[in-house]
């Protein structure tokens, strides 16, 4: 399982549900990392996409303690669930947000992260896995500039085996 995330200067990833930077580069880089894929993600990052409607051409897993009533998504209450539904995927991407990047962190091999050189307020943060001895980077993936915004996308990978050591990301 991988995860997929756009972070700020300081691993800041948005603010009141929403990111505050977005680029063009980096939802084109997202549509094709996460095409055909099984997602997962959380209630208020799913209200944030266009109608609050999952992604097409994926099949959405809205992890969430709450009881939607929703028949568009797989319901999972618990990151344990999220996991069993995706063994039956041949790939499965984590897309956010905050809590469910927490949650899901731990089982997941691979990190594309989108480094936004920028610092606008947020609420919600990735943690920082340049800071992390259990991931390192890998190679930048690509770079460039975007309305005077440079970025850097980047992907890491966990050092050692996932499920030994699941639960010690935090």
């Avoid at 890998?138 to 699941?166: F, I, P, T, W």
Wanted: neutral net charge; aromatic residues 8%; hydrophobic residues 35%.
């Amino acid at each position: 399982m991988d995860l997929i995330v756009a972070v700020y200067d300081d691993w800041g990833i948005g603010k009141d549900g929403t990111q505050p930077i977005t680029l063009s580069a980096d939802r084109k880089f997202f549509r094709e990392a996460t095409r055909d894929a099984m997602v997962i993600v959380g209630r208020k990052t799913l209200a944030d996409f266009p109608g609050g409607k999952p992604l097409p051409k994926r099949v959405n897993v809205l992890l969430t303690r709450g009881n939607p009533d929703r028949t568009d998504v797989i319901v999972c209450h618990s990151p344990e669930e999220a996991l069993k539904v995706a063994q039956s995927a041949p790939k499965v991407m984590v897309i956010g947000g905050g809590s469910v990047y927490r949650q899901m962190l731990p089982y997941c091999t691979h990190a594309y992260v989108t480094k936004v050189h920028a610092s606008p307020e947020s609420d919600t943060f990735f943690p920082n896995l340049d800071g992390n001895p259990r991931w390192e980077l890998e190679r930048v993936l690509q770079s460039g500039e975007e309305a005077g915004v440079a970025y850097e996308m980047c992907l890491y990978r966990r050092k050692g085996n996932v499920l030994a050591d699941h639960g010690s990301d935090i």
